[in-house]
């Protein structure tokens, strides 16, 4: 699990870097823009040569998932896959899930994304661990068709998100209603990685 939100921010930070094929990117070139990024939305200075390469480390295991293609040629890291992208991966485990909306709430007043609390409610669903009031979206649990003069605001991450979270269930457990197939979640595909990347 990663330990704070820098970390995953570092992830999505050396994905973007890696899938660019008009970047260079050397150790040096990664410190550099993982810096310049945290600096810019998380006030962090600078980060060491040491966290990066721990990073890669990471990126390359299945501790998250990841398994990613990195090579490394003449010091220069790139996916051996250029079509690869960590935003496209899947979290297996259900107690993943769990650290990283449990992450995520601790961490909710510092992440401005609007897509957040939208991301909260779908991992809320499937961990069935509650989030605080503060983290639910804007009238949650309100139909909004119903209040005089509502209205209507389709958000594309939001149903993009849950269009693949039931596919996921429709696939797996093909009967009964909506409702019933959260009941006894399998061990299988929960989420995507890019659900949550979107939502930082």
């Not at 961490?107 to 669903?125: D, G, M, R």
């Not at 998100?161 to 009964?176: Q, R």
Request: aromatic share 12%.
């Amino acid at each position: 699990m990663p330990t704070n939100l820098n970390a995953l921010l570092r992830y999505k930070i050396i994905d973007e870097c890696l899938s660019n094929p008009q970047l260079s990117c050397t150790i040096e070139v990664l410190i550099e823009k993982c810096s310049e990024k945290l600096s810019e939305f998380q006030g962090v200075n600078s980060v060491s040569e040491r966290t990066i390469r721990n990073d890669i480390r990471i990126l390359r295991s299945d501790a998250l998932g990841f398994n990613s293609p990195i090579v490394i040629n003449q010091g220069v890291y790139s996916y051996s896959d250029p079509s690869y992208s960590i935003f496209g991966r899947p979290i297996h485990e259900l107690d993943l899930l769990k650290d990283i909306q449990s992450l995520l709430v601790s961490e909710f007043e510092t992440i401005s994304n609007k897509n957040l609390p939208f991301l909260l409610v779908q991992l809320a669903e499937i961990t069935k661990q509650k989030i605080p009031k503060k983290c639910a979206p804007e009238g949650y649990g309100i139909l909004e068709s119903k209040k005089e003069g509502a209205k209507v605001v389709i958000n594309h991450y939001k149903n993009k998100m849950e269009s693949f979270v039931w596919s996921l269930w429709k696939v797996n457990k093909p009967y009964g209603w909506f409702k019933k197939l959260y009941k006894k979640p399998k061990e299988n595909i929960y989420f995507k990685w890019e659900y949550i990347f979107e939502a930082l």
